[in-house]
């Protein structure tokens, strides 16, 4: 039987999509050639390119509204970078929020002035800094959606007249959200996409070309944009996978339906981590993410057995970042409803031997 996978990233993904992927590994669109053993520029391949491209957008709401997509390489990582290279003149407002924002903070730093507008660093980013004042000649604000490590994610987006620019690489295609206040938003594909080594990239075209310091090619969103996200040889089989994944997402009934299930999965473990005296939550209640459940145990001396009686359930992934500690459950798209009932039943189960 498959394992319950609550892991960070690489994560879980939907059965059907491996099973399409695995076969073409082998045999590709009928033609008796594996996937990633022919052109990329290959039509059956441009056309997979394409449609991954426009299913993101699709999903988004953002068709026909001046946005791009593009799937690059070097992770969300590489955005931190990317980012400030083509967007940031003269100084530009972050929002710190985690480890990954604070990673996003020091990269662009070599830019230009950074703001840091707000922080929860000093409490180990256990909740979501709100009512900070975003200057309004910065380049751009930006922000990460869902703090992957410690389980916290913004519920509410600030109003800015400046460019807004979201990290969402562990809670895009989750959650509604009016995604046309976004200027741009990126994603690791690892996280509700596909294999870790692309990059979703959205874009509005017309924020770019105001910076005048000179972007190596490879770097310089403009130049992916007009070569269609094939500037050079893309992640194929990445981006092939996450175009399976967004087909399921969409024949499932889009973000509107898997941000029920999300919410519903989300809820379930919530509400037992709250009931049982065993555990508890670490992150404040209003902020806690739909993706990321991050809990410890009250009495550490249980470790042992909660960790082997997890195991035993067929339940992988569970241990907390090692920044944290304690325990994360990962809830992404691809992990059904029965998964987070199989955890929640070994958490009862656990109170039961200590009665
Ligand atoms: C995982 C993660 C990253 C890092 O992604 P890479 O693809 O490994 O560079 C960045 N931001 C967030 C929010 C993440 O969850």
Redo the contacts with the bound molecule.
């Keep these: 039987m498959k394992k319950h996978n609550f892991s ?2 690489p994560c879980i993904l939907p059965e059907e999509v491996l099973k399409k992927a695995s076969e073409a590994i082998i045999n590709f669109n009928d033609d008796n050639l594996s996937l990633i053993e022919i052109s990329h520029r290959s039509k059956p391949f441009v056309a997979v390119m394409e449609k991954a491209r426009s299913l993101a957008l699709e999903l988004l709401g953002l068709e026909n509204k001046g946005y791009k997509a593009l799937f690059l390489q ?7 970078l990317m980012v400030a290279y083509n967007l940031l003149n003269k100084k530009a407002a972050y929002l710190n929020t ?4 604070d ?2 903070i020091k990269e662009a730093k070599a830019f230009g002035e950074m703001i840091e507008v707000a922080s929860s660093k000093d409490k180990g980013y256990n909740y979501i800094p709100k009512g900070y004042t975003i200057p309004t000649d910065a380049d751009y604000f930006h922000c ?6 410690a389980g916290t994610q913004i519920k509410d987006f600030p109003e800015t007249n400046v460019p807004l620019i979201c ?5 895009i295609f989750s959650r509604q959200l009016d995604f046309e206040k976004f200027d741009l938003i990126y ?5 509700n996409m596909g294999p ?1 080594g692309a ?1 979703l990239v959205i874009i509005k075209e017309d924020i770019l070309g105001k910076v005048e310091r000179h972007i190596p090619s490879m770097l310089n969103y403009q130049i992916h944009i007009d070569k269609d996200s094939m500037f050079n040889t893309p992640s194929v089989f990445a981006v092939y996978v996450s175009m399976l994944t967004l087909q399921w997402l969409k024949d499932l009934g889009g973000i509107k339906f898997i941000e029920e299930v999300n919410n519903k999965k989300a809820a379930l473990l919530y509400a037992e981590i709250d009931r049982n005296p065993l555990f508890k939550g670490i992150v404040a209640k209003e902020d806690r993410s739909i993706m990321n459940a991050t809990f410890v145990l009250t009495d550490e001396s249980l470790k042992e057995t909660f960790d082997t009686m997890w195991a035993e359930a067929g339940i992988n992934g569970l241990n907390g970042h090692r920044s944290v500690g304690g325990y994360r459950a990962s809830m992404y798209n691809a992990l059904p409803l029965y998964s987070i009932q199989a955890l929640v039943d070994v958490m009862q189960e656990l109170e039961r031997t200590q009665k």
């Design positions: 960070a990233g070097g992770g969300a990582s590489m955005e931190f985690g480890t990954w924002s990673k996003a990460t959606s869902n703090n992957t490590v990290d969402m690489s562990s809670d994603a690791g594909a690892q996280k870790a990059t």
